[in-house]
């Protein structure tokens, strides 16, 4: 066990490995995309990749054209998908590393053309709709001129339709209204791209919670992110043969005896009641604890929880042991799977009112990530 730095973000990649095959299982004949933008959902871009491709995921997806080409550096050669279209990313250099690539308006179907002009060979590119969350794609006036651009494109050799796609706004809310009219609205699109000759490899449109919830959204393809790491947005969390892959934990750097009345970390937010042991955790907001966490019993050792005592500053937090017999270097878990009692990512994001994604990939990168 490596204990050498400040904190560490121990991820358990056999747990990747077997929630991509539990998700391929339920999803067959649908194929499964891992998607690993921002660093793997802070698990580590390659290593989750390559436990996501051992788990048979057929399909890797990523935001940014620099994160689709950190994997093909690392020798991943799957088919990869960039999310997201910015007329500034290094497309034809994507396209040299054979990387699809995303339009969902005109100007970005000829940026694309052009792009793979420069690269010397054809883009595979996938078109986008926005199918009513409003954030990127070709609303429904504009597909129809967006589908004729990309098979003008596709006529004039500079790149292949390979994939229609859309975006859920509340898959992760059963029952949400949204999300037949998206998928009538998904329908739409792909007729009209079908009718005017587009024929497309892959169609998707469901992320983990479409993926789980919506078994008509499954498409030829699911774009599974927080599932593959054992998280979901979904109420409740995520289903119980989906496990965590990431334990976060450190070990205390300093312990005191201080007396009672004893005012605690910035601003004195907390003051000890009794004479008192204090333990110091070497980690902080900038380690990803969110500053909000300060009062909640949200720390695991000796078996129980803790409340973090007072303010969480940008590099550590106290700890109130009271006369537990802590020592230096006891070690103090943040949150992990949840097995021995400690909490969950999910805890910490309903106890703070987020989601488990925000949690996960705000640990910062001063933290190794180390693959036990
Ligand atoms: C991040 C993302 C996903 C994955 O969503 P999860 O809820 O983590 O499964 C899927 N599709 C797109 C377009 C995304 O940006």
Redesign the pocket.
């Known amino acids: 066990m490596v204990m050498d730095s400040h904190a560490q973000a121990l991820v358990d990649l056999d747990a990747i490995s077997g929630n991509v095959a539990a998700l391929r299982e339920l999803v067959a004949p649908s194929a499964v995309m891992a998607?690993v933008?921002a660093g793997g959902?802070g698990h580590g871009a390659v290593p989750a990749a390559r436990a996501a491709i051992r788990g048979g995921a057929g399909w890797l997806?990523v935001?940014h054209v620099a994160e689709a080409l950190e994997l093909r550096a690392a020798g991943i050669d799957s088919p990869l998908l960039c999310?997201m279209a910015i007329g500034s990313d290094a497309h034809s250099a994507a396209i040299e590393a054979g990387v699809d690539l995303t339009a969902g308006s005109v100007d970005m179907v000829r940026r694309l053309a052009a792009a793979a002009a420069d690269a010397g060979r054809p883009a595979r590119v996938h078109l986008k709709a926005d199918t009513g969350l409003s954030r990127g794609g070709a609303t429904a006036a504009d597909w129809p001129s967006v589908v004729d651009a990309g098979l003008a494109a596709q006529a004039a050799g500079r790149l292949n339709v390979v994939g229609l796609w859309s975006?859920f706004a509340s898959a992760d809310e059963p029952g949400s209204p949204s999300v037949a009219q998206q998928l009538a609205a998904f329908g739409e699109a792909l007729a009209i791209a079908e009718k005017a000759g587009v024929t497309p490899e892959v169609r998707h449109i469901a992320?983990?919670?479409g993926a789980l919830l919506v078994p008509e959204a499954r498409y030829d393809l699911v774009?599974?992110?927080?599932?593959i790491y054992g998280l979901?947005?979904l109420p409740g969390g995520p289903p119980p043969w989906l496990r965590p892959a990431m334990t976060l934990r450190a070990r205390l750097a300093m312990v005191k005896r201080v007396p009672a009345g004893t005012g605690v970390s910035y601003g004195h937010r907390y003051v000890t009641t009794a004479q008192t042991t204090l333990g110091l955790l070497p980690v902080g907001y900038a380690d990803g604890v969110p500053r909000a966490a300060a009062g909640l019993p949200l720390l695991f050792a000796r078996g129980r929880r803790w409340p973090i005592a007072g303010t969480v500053c940008m590099d550590q937090l106290v700890i109130d042991f009271g006369d537990e017999p802590v020592a230096v270097g006891d070690e103090v878990v943040l949150f992990g799977p949840g097995d021995g009692g400690e909490p969950t990512a999910q805890e910490w994001a309903d106890t703070l009112g987020t989601i488990s994604?925000e949690i996960v990939t705000g640990i910062g990168s001063r933290v190794p990530r180390s693959y036990p």
């Open positions: 998607v933008k959902y997806g935001v999310l975006h992320n983990t919670a774009r599974i992110g927080g599932g979901s947005t994604y």
